[in-house]
């Protein structure tokens, strides 16, 4: 009986410190692994996704000619904090298939060259100035530090661009807005038309579809009613944006919708590649891209 017991609280124990780690991790500006789905150990020093192990089937790789190493495009991912009382996982949710997915269909399906390593950066390092496109993903779960703050603001004042993907529900959406609050205390969301030229620019995009995680949109094919949302809260699709004060586009949120899984996971199912990766992830990914590098 002793026995059972201590193998009990020996299972109480790290059942409570998993979800310890799950929730609060390293603390309000933790850097570190958070090991929810999609979630891969990623140590603080690394710099590119092609130091990463693939997390799903496998990454491409190409080259581009010589003399054009450098005059690619690159996919950046920002390195940041993980707020305790913030609804989503960290920063290294879904790499490095994802960033090195839709690099690859970048360049396959436009006329970009880009970079086949990818970028990971905190928004403090030195040479972030040098990257027009950074991408944040379970932004439900956001703290910047007050350096952290000054430098994004100070990266899309200048014209960078930045892409919040894969978070969930009304609370997530707060902790959102919280954050941009401290970074432009005076400026508003505004929900994106569909007449806007991010969405044809490329890819012809006709609505504002939902892309699941690889779990719940292989078995949506199995439901009537082929639910796709995570939670109660978040059936509705919404882009919004923030904009400078010449109508320039600086954030674009993708809020509940989870197109990181979309490029990660194109190889796992048939029914998920060709249902949501072929036709909203992609071509949703590479308009955002295509249309902040051109304006």
């Not at 310890?20 to 603390?27: E, F, K, L, P, T």
């Not at 703050?149 to 100070?154: M, N, P, S, V």
């Not at 609050?181 to 991010?198: A, M």
């Amino acid at each position: 009986m002793k026995r059972l017991v201590a193998i009990l609280l020996v299972f109480l124990a790290v059942a409570a410190i998993a979800v310890a780690q799950r929730r609060g991790g390293r603390g309000f500006s933790g850097r570190g692994f958070g090991g929810g789905w999609g979630e891969s150990y990623i140590p603080d020093d690394t710099k590119t996704a092609r130091e990463i192990a693939s997390h799903s089937t496998g990454t491409p790789n190409w080259a581009n000619p010589r003399g054009y190493e450098k005059d690619v495009f690159t996919f950046v991912r920002v390195k940041r904090g993980y707020a305790p009382d913030g609804d989503g996982g960290r920063w290294t949710t879904d790499a490095p298939d994802s960033d090195l997915n839709l690099s690859y269909r970048l360049q396959q399906m436009t006329s970009m060259r880009v970079d086949p390593d990818g970028r990971f950066v905190w928004l403090t390092d030195k040479d972030l100035p040098n990257f027009p496109f950074i991408y944040m993903v379970e932004p439900g779960s956001l703290a910047l530090t007050d350096p952290e703050i000054d430098a994004l603001r100070k990266y899309l004042d200048n014209g960078g661009f930045l892409m919040l993907d894969d978070f969930w529900g009304e609370w997530a959406w707060h902790v959102v807005e919280r954050v941009f609050k401290q970074v432009f205390p005076g400026r508003k969301w505004t929900e994106l038309p569909l007449s806007h030229p991010i969405y044809h620019c490329v890819f012809e995009i006709k609505g504002k579809f939902q892309v699941p995680n690889y779990r719940l949109g292989e078995s949506s094919q199995y439901d009537p009613e082929h639910r796709t949302w995570e939670r109660d809260d978040a059936q509705q699709v919404h882009h919004r944006a923030l904009f400078d004060d010449k109508g320039r586009m600086m954030v674009l949120a993708t809020h509940n919708s989870d197109n990181g899984d979309g490029w990660e996971r194109e190889g796992e199912f048939d029914y998920y590649f060709h249902n949501f990766s072929e036709k909203i992830a992609y071509p949703l990914g590479i308009n955002i891209i295509f249309y902040s590098m051109t304006h």
